[in-house]
């Protein structure tokens, strides 16, 4: 059964760091295409930032772009996405996407991020 956590979240102050972790299992992750999604409150869901699913090629939303990085590790079933010089405005509950080849989706159940002095 496939299975997909996500960690790494928090409160940060304006201009901090943080590094979401998406666990996955259950499933053959190193040919699934990887996205990260993010929710903030009143919003719809955003997405963030995606890669294939060897890495080779990666996307960002433009406003994440030169401070979020997204990358994989296959041999750990794990997606990454490091947030750097973060900002209020990046305050959301966080989700990790695993796309199958064939189009089929798992979702994680999210985690915050907090962006706050």
């Known amino acids: 059964q496939a299975h997909i956590v996500e960690s790494g979240g928090g409160l940060v102050q304006p201009g901090g760091s943080l590094r979401l972790s998406c666990a996955a299992s259950?499933?053959?992750?190193?040919?699934?295409?990887m996205s990260w999604y993010r929710q903030a409150p009143g919003r719809e869901s955003e997405w963030v930032a995606s890669?294939?699913?060897?890495?080779?090629?990666?996307n960002y939303t433009d406003s994440v772009k030169g401070r979020f990085t997204i990358s994989r590790d296959n041999a750990k079933n794990t997606l990454y996405l490091l947030m750097n010089k973060l900002k209020p405005e990046d305050t959301a509950v966080y989700y990790c996407?695993?796309?199958?080849?064939?189009?089929?989706?798992?979702w994680g159940q999210g985690i915050q991020v907090t962006v706050s002095s």
């Open positions: 996407r695993a796309r199958s080849p064939r189009g089929y989706d798992y």
């Open positions: 890669l294939t699913n060897t890495g080779s090629s990666l």
């Open positions: 259950g499933f053959s992750f190193s040919s699934y295409f």
